[in-house]
Structures are given as structure tokens and as C-alpha cells.
């Protein structure tokens, strides 16, 4: 998968996104990206990309030209029209399904926003879709950049050496994961769950189911709704959820 990401601080999104898992996938040829920077498509002696809003208001505003040059110049090298993110504060929230659903893209451009925002009409021309990150306002849209493609590279085959770590995780059939526990055994006096270490890995995989069952009923009623509602327990999961609600009534 190829990002195109275009900003005005290629530094920072470069610089973040090159270390550790995303860094080595790049590195192995999983993923490619590139920070376009508007900058450089500037029309003035300058290289000035902002001006004043028309109607007065406080901050600048980036200018439609530039935006558009740069995202024609990454759309000249692509055989077809990549969807264009805009991140904004006034997207539909970013979620892991929408990671699963940009991660079957070849190319995807990302458009990082700064100061008051960006020109709506360079919007209109090119952006295919508005995400957010979460209901705050930060000063630019490369922090989200970089939280979209780091979800959405781990999706990729083969950037997770483990690929089984992307198949149960928090918020597969809309469950948070279970607790995880590593060696030593015992440690600060609290022990590692028995069923772990006992290498029967149907009670294992009962045991966890059910804890995801708790901790999202205690963390994520809402996720935990949704779970149900489409059809995601069985019939026993649904019966150990029942207990959990009378134990919880009658310690109440
Ligand atoms: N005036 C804009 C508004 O009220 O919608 C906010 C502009 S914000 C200060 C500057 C840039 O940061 C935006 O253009 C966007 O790219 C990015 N940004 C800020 N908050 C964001 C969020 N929650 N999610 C995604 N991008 C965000």
C-alpha cells in the first residue's frame, strides 16, 4: 500500500512514521510513503501557502492553488483517482472498520490541514473523504495522519511478523481483548490465571472470550450492545452474560 501524504511539515510525519513496526515495513517493502509539501507548490516569490478568510475571522487559511497542485501532482503518477482524506475535526470519526476498509486501498492521500483549515472549494475538487480522529481540535492534521496509517499499515499482510496479532483484538466483533500475561508466573504476589497454563486450548479460548465479554460490559456497554444486537455470541456466551448481570444485581 502507498500513503501520499500532503502537508506542511513533511518532517514531522516522516520523522514519526519511520521507526519501529511502520519504519521496518517500509523498509521491507510492505508499504511505501511520502510527504508531499504543499510548500513547494506555493505561486508567490514567498512561498507563502495562507491568507485571510473572505468575511473576516480570526486565523489564516490555507489557499485552494497550492493544495491542488500538489495533489495533482501525486495524481499524475497513479493510474487511477486515489480517495483523498482530509483530516478534520468535522470527519466522521476514525474507527477500526474504516481501517479495515481503507487497508484494501493500492493508494491513498491523506491531506493534512493547518492554521484555520483549507480553501472549501480545493476541498470540494478533490476530498473524498472527512475523517476525524476524535471530538478535539489540534493544530494540524498530521498527528491524525499518522494515527490513520500506523492503524491501517498493521492490517497490511506481512507487517506484523505475528500475523495472527491482527486477527483477535480489541474491538473484532466489537469485544474489547482479554488480559495478557507474560513470564514470570507469579509476580507482586498475583498469579497468572491457572486455565493459561494448563495447555488446553479450548478452555483457554473460553476463558478469554468470556473475560473479553467482561471487560467490554465494564469499559464499553455500547460496544457490548452492538455485539449483540448483530449476532455475535452463542447461545452459552449469551447464557454467561446473563449470570454476570444476576451476580452483579445481587451484589448490588
Ligand atoms: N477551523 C477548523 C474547524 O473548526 O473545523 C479547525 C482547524 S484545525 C485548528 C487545523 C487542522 O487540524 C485541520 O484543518 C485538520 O486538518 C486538523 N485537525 C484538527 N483537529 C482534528 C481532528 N480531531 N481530527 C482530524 N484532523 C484534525
Same mark, same amino acid.
Given at each position: 500500500m502507498n500513503f501520499h501524504i500532503m502537508t506542511l511539515f513533511p518532517d514531522m510525519v516522516m520523522n514519526g512514521l519511520s521507526t519501529s513496526i511502520i519504519g521496518r515495513a517500509v523498509n521491507q517493502g510492505y508499504l511505501s510513503i511520502e510527504a508531499i =509539501? +504543499?510548500?513547494?507548490? !506555493? /505561486?508567490n516569490k514567498h512561498q507563502s501557502v495562507d491568507d485571510y478568510p473572505y468575511g473576516g475571522g480570526a486565523g489564516m487559511l490555507m489557499q485552494a492553488e497550492p493544495v491542488y497542485q500538489a495533489y495533482e501532482h501525486i495524481a499524475s503518477k497513479l493510474s487511477k483517482k486515489p480517495r483523498v482524506v482530509y483530516l478534520s475535526p468535522q470527519g466522521k470519526t476514525f474507527s477500526q472498520k474504516m481501517a479495515e476498509e481503507f487497508a484494501k486501498e493500492e493508494d491513498l492521500v491523506l491531506l493534512c490541514g493547518h492554521? &484555520? @483549515? +483549507? #480553501?472549501e472549494r480545493v476541498l470540494e475538487e478533490i476530498v473524498t473523504d472527512y475523517v476525524s480522529i476524535g471530538d478535539y481540535v489540534l493544530t494540524g492534521g498530521e498527528l491524525p495522519a499518522m494515527v490513520m496509517i500506523d492503524a491501517i499499515s498493521? %492490517? +497490511?499482510? @506481512?507487517? %506484523?511478523? =505475528? #500475523?495472527?496479532? !491482527? &486477527? /483477535? &483484538?480489541? /474491538?473484532? #466483533?466489537y469485544l474489547l481483548e482479554y488480559p495478557q500475561y507474560s513470564r514470570p508466573e507469579e509476580w507482586h504476589g498475583k498469579k497468572v490465571p491457572s486455565v493459561l497454563l494448563s495447555g488446553h486450548h479450548a478452555n483457554i479460548d473460553k476463558w478469554r472470550r468470556e473475560q473479553s465479554i467482561v471487560r467490554t460490559r465494564k469499559a464499553r456497554p455500547d460496544l457490548l450492545k452492538k455485539c449483540i444486537e448483530q449476532g455475535l455470541l452463542s447461545k452459552k456466551e449469551l447464557q454467561f452474560l446473563k449470570e454476570l448481570e444476576e451476580n452483579s444485581t445481587k451484589n448490588t
Open positions: =509539501n +504543499i510548500r513547494d507548490y !506555493a /505561486f492554521y &484555520e @483549515g +483549507i #480553501d498493521r %492490517l +497490511i499482510p @506481512g507487517v %506484523l511478523h =505475528n #500475523d495472527v496479532s !491482527a &486477527e /483477535f &483484538e480489541t /474491538f473484532q #466483533d
